[in-house]
C-alpha cells in the first residue's frame, strides 16, 4: 500500500509558477506509475498529467502541455509537478495519484488506486 502526500500548492497571480510535491510513504514508490488530476468546485475530477514508474514516458492534458511538467525521484519517494504560466483556469484542488501498474498513463481517476489529500492552488487574474 502506498500514502501519498501532497504539498506546494498556495495563492499565485496568473502568470506565476508553483511547484507540487507528492511524498509517499513505503518502499513501492519506484513500482507504481503515478499521476496528477485536479478538481475544480462543481467540475468532476479532471486527468493533468502521468508519469510511468521510470519516468521514461509523461503524458499531458493538452491545455497544460508546454505549461506543466511532471516528475519523479524514485530514491526520494517523490513526484513533482512543475506549474508555470499559470492560468485562472488552472485554480483546482490537486491530487497526486498511483497507479497499480508500472507502464501506465492512464487519464482517468479509476486506474489509480491510491490517492492524496489534494493541495489547493488558486491563480488571480
Known amino acids: 500500500q502506498v500514502q501519498l502526500v501532497e504539498s506546494g500548492g498556495g495563492l499565485v497571480q496568473a502568470g506565476g509558477s508553483l511547484r507540487l510535491s507528492c511524498a509517499a510513504s513505503?518502499?513501492?514508490?519506484?513500482?507504481?506509475?503515478m499521476g496528477w488530476f485536479r478538481q475544480a468546485p462543481g467540475k468532476e475530477r479532471e486527468f493533468v498529467a502521468a508519469?510511468?514508474?521510470?519516468?521514461?514516458?509523461?503524458y499531458y492534458l493538452d491545455s497544460v502541455k508546454g505549461r506543466f511538467t511532471i516528475s519523479r525521484d524514485n530514491a526520494k519517494n517523490t513526484m513533482y509537478l512543475q506549474m508555470n504560466s499559470l492560468k485562472a483556469e488552472d485554480t483546482a484542488v490537486y491530487y497526486c495519484?498511483?497507479?497499480?501498474?508500472?507502464?501506465?498513463?492512464?487519464?482517468?481517476?479509476?486506474?489509480?488506486?491510491?490517492w492524496g489529500q489534494g493541495t489547493q492552488v488558486t491563480v488571480s487574474s
Open positions: 495519484a498511483a497507479s497499480p501498474r508500472y507502464e501506465f498513463l492512464g487519464t482517468r481517476p479509476s486506474g489509480y488506486a491510491y
Open positions: 508519469i510511468t514508474w521510470s519516468g521514461g514516458s509523461t
Open positions: 513505503g518502499r513501492t514508490f519506484s513500482r507504481h506509475a
